[in-house]
């Protein structure tokens, strides 16, 4: 009676064990989705934002150039 209940003590254990690591590797897998959506996302600005100075650039050079032929 005692060695069952053991038994049963300790399947139950193994069992939210298993579940628990499920867990884990299913929010690591979460954080670096998120992490990397949020690189992309910045690295998206960043090439959106210099493309936008690189066409403002050559707007005020263009401009200075009319000055002096």
Do not use: H, W
């Not at 069992?15 to 884990?24: C, F, P, Y």
């Not at 590797?25 to 959106?48: D, H, K, P, R, W």
């Amino acid at each position: 009676m005692v060695l069952a209940r053991l038994v049963c003590f300790m399947l139950r254990i193994l069992i939210m064990n298993r579940k628990r690591q499920e867990r884990e590797s299913g929010q690591a897998v979460t954080e670096y989705a998120t992490v990397l959506a949020l690189f992309l996302m910045t690295a998206l600005m960043i090439l959106v934002l210099l493309s936008a100075f690189n066409e403002y650039g050559r707007r005020i050079l263009s401009l200075v150039g009319l000055d002096y032929p």
